[in-house]
T-cell receptor, first 117, second 115 residues
Framework: KAGVTQTPRYLIKTRGQQVTLSCSPI?????VSWYQQTPGQGLQFLFE???????NKGNFPGRFSGRQFSNSRSEMNVSTLELGDSALYLC????????????????FGPGTRLLVL | AQKVTQAQTEISVVEKEDVTLDCVYE???????LFWYKQPPSGELVFLIR??????QNEISGRYSWNFQKSTSSFNFTITASQVVDSAVYFC????????????FGKGTRLSVIA
């Protein structure tokens, strides 16, 4: 069974630009979560999607947005990039959303390394 | 609020030594789940184990073992006879069952195994 895939793997952008990252979950998984990882802040939750609906969002500005398609694939978008957005963006998928009582295991993709210059 | 603390930022051991990575958690829920993930230099978080709060049995998987103690709110991870391939950053994480809150990670422990 194929794992979580993320594209692109590496990205270099300049301040003010926008970027779209893509995530394809494990087949059959309907929940997709996004995390930002930086050396200073560690792993921080961005948002979670289930059945094309955003269920929860972390403490990030509105420049960070996402969506999920009917095939469970998800994209996240960051507009007006800032230097501080440089990070590893990780996508994770699970069968069901967290908070459903079952402690769903999230499986992570390889991440997209974004560098903002 | 839920919180995970991994006090060891970096650990360095010589190959074949045993090493224990500490994880202490805080939660108000009685039902919760604890996880360990491994992050090699490639960046992908690799799932290692999931344990629910009602199962305090220790678990062993090959050279890996986990010690869950609710009395001290700890979920420690031991690697026996460490190998160079074990070099990675290891994350402990907590998920509360009843609250609509996402997975919370500790800051991670960077393990370096020297040949």
């Amino acid at each position: 069974k194929a794992g979580v895939t993320q594209t692109p793997r590496y990205l270099i952008k300049t301040r003010g630009q926008q970027v779209t990252l893509s995530c394809s979950p494990i087949s059959g998984h309907r929940s997709v979560s996004w995390y930002q990882q930086t050396p200073g802040q560690g792993l921080q939750f961005l948002f979670e999607y289930f059945s094309e609906t955003q269920r929860n969002k972390g403490n990030f500005p509105g420049r960070f947005s996402g969506r999920q398609f009917s095939n469970s694939r998800s994209e996240m978008n960051v507009s007006t990039l800032e230097l501080g957005d440089s990070a590893l963006y990780l996508c994770a998928s699970s069968l069901l959303p967290y908070g459903t009582g079952g402690g769903e295991t999230q499986y992570f993709g390889p991440g997209t390394r974004l560098l903002v210059l | 609020a839920q919180k995970v603390t991994q006090a060891q930022t970096e650990i360095s051991v010589v190959e074949k030594e045993d090493v224990t990575l500490d994880c202490v958690y805080e939660t108000r829920d009685t039902t919760y789940y604890l996880f360990w993930y491994k992050q090699p230099p490639s960046g992908e978080l690799v799932f290692l184990i999931r344990r629910n709060s009602f199962d305090e049995q220790n678990e062993i998987s090959g050279r890996y073992s986990w010690n869950f103690q609710k009395s001290t709110s700890s979920f420690n991870f031991t690697i026996t006879a460490s190998q160079v391939v074990d070099s990675a950053v290891y994350f402990c994480a907590l998920s509360e069952a009843k609250r609509n809150t996402p997975l919370v990670f500790g800051k991670g422990t960077r393990l370096s195994v020297i040949a």
